[in-house]
Every structure is written in C-alpha cells, then in structure tokens.
C-alpha cells in the first residue's frame, strides 16, 4: 500500500463519523423531498448534511477552541476527528484567530442559512433563491478565507505530503464546499432567468 494510505483507528472512526453524518443528511433530505424534482431533492439531502456538519462537527470545533484547543482536549469522538484532521492542517490543532473566526461565521451564519434554505424549499418560498445564492456565497468565502491566506504564506501549516491527508482530508473534504455551492448557485442563476423570461413573456402578452 503506498504511504500515506494507511488508515489507523483514529483516521478510521472520524471517516466512519463523516459517512454516518452523510447518511443522515442524504436520509432525511430525501424524505423531506417527497414528491419534488431530482434537483430539489439533491440539495435538500446536500443541506441537511451541510446543516449537521456545521452544527455537530464545526459548533464542536468552535467551542473546544473557545475553551481551550484541539490539541489539549480530553479525548472524544468530535475531538479525535478533528486532531485526526491536524495532521492535515496543523492550524486545526492550536488557537488559529483566522480559523477560529471563520469557522464561527460558518456556524452561525452558515449553519443557520442552511435550515432556513431547507424551510423555503420545502415551504416553497419566494425567498428560496436569495437565502440559496446567500449561503453559497457563504460557503465560498468561507472556504476563500481558510486557504489564501495560508498559500500566499507557501502553506507552512498543510501537510501535502500524504496522499491520504492530502488529496482525502484537505482536496476532497473541502472541495465538496466548492463544487455543491457552485452547483446550486447555477442552479438559481437558472431559475432567476427561467422565472424573468416568464415574467418578460406575460408582460408581453398582457400589451
């Protein structure tokens, strides 16, 4: 097996608690999207996960830093997963003020934009593009602010040597918050233009 692949028991429990939360976001994504399209279905399952991770994973994370830091924590599941992700990006492990004040807007705001989307899909709401083009724009940033300021500095803290730890934990984990955000905010530009040639088409037939 190449090095870097090599899963020990800690790198083990926090992937098995990531599919765990993936399961219940996509379980009850899907059931609150009886009925609806394939599209609308995919991002309800994509919000309840991105809700739990937020609230379960980062609000941990936030609070762990806020009461001291990763590193010096008792051991527990949420803690484990996260010094498992430290020997990714080292900036994880002690008091980041950049990290840590990102991840509380991700929590808050992020975390809380998540349920409201979810409400106005289901509800179907006027506002669901707007809370929808506010989160991803969010969820960029967010991840805009964890990284640039780490490259411009030659990424001192990111370990780019383990395949395992880089191309799983730091490539792969962090760019679903790219690739699902980029997504559905093509998929508002979509309805938005959908919804004006409608609204340009009536108006027309009404002269």
Known sequence: MEP???????????????????????????????????????ALAWLCYDALVHFVLE??????????????SEEGLIASLWKEYGKADIRWLHFDPNIVSVEIFTVVVGG??????????????YYRHFLQITLCVCELYGGWMTFFPEWLIQSPN??????????????????????????????????LKKMHHKGTALGKKRW
Do not use: H, K
């Open 4 to 42: 870097g692949w090599d899963l020990g028991a800690s790198a083990g429990r926090s992937l098995l608690l990531c599919s765990a939360l993936l399961v219940a976001g996509c379980a009850l994504g899907l059931r609150l999207g009886r009925g609806r399209g394939a599209a609308d279905r995919g």
């Open 112 to 125: 809380f934009l998540a349920l409201f989307l979810i409400y106005a899909i289901v509800m179907e709401r």
């Open 59 to 72: 609000g941990t994370f936030v609070y762990l830093s806020l009461s001291g830091n990763i590193a010096d």
């Open 158 to 191: 990111l370990n780019t040597n383990s395949w395992l730890y880089f191309w799983v934990y730091l490539v792969f984990f962090n760019g679903l918050w790219v690739l699902i955000p980029g997504l559905l905010l093509w998929q508002s530009w979509a309805e």
